[in-house]
Nanobody, 125 residues
Framework: VQLQASGGGLVQAGGSLRLSCAAS????????VGWFRRAQGKAREFVAA????????VYGDSVKGRFTISRDNAENTVYLQMNSLKPEDTALYYC???????????????????WGQGTLVTVSS
């Protein structure tokens, strides 16, 4: 499966962006899709994840209440709506998918088998 992340850009603090993660090659069905980010000089951080067959979404503590992850199974796309952006949200954002039939949401990036190329989000103060 190939994942294509898009939607990054430059936004002022307090603004919003919506990231998209589109899959090709196979469907997402029966899997989990997550978003991670890596800021310059920092470790990769879990942002959010969603099980594609139903179930609860999970968010990292730093984005709870501001970011929303959603899915469109018909379009094979997962979205990350980011509101009330802060300069500390500046990072390269990656989407990732767990292997098929692994339906438990995990926050460990090592649990994800497929990764997109990343899209850069820059939040100015």
């Amino acid at each position: 499966v190939q994942l294509q992340a898009s939607g990054g850009g430059l936004v002022q603090a307090g603004g919003s962006l919506r990231l998209s993660c589109a899959a090709s090659g196979r469907t997402f069905s029966g899997s989990v899709v997550g978003w991670f980010r890596r800021a310059q000089g920092k470790a990769r951080e879990f942002v959010a994840a969603i099980p594609l067959s139903g179930g609860s979404t999970v968010y990292g503590d730093s984005v709870k209440g501001r970011f929303t992850i959603s899915r469109d199974n018909a379009e094979n796309t997962v979205y990350l709506q980011m509101n009330s952006l802060k300069p500390e949200d500046t990072a390269l954002y990656y989407c990732a998918a767990r292997a098929p039939r692994l339906t438990v949401v995990r926050t460990d990036p090592n649990a994800y088998a497929y990764w997109g190329q990343g899209t850069l989000v820059t939040v100015s103060s």
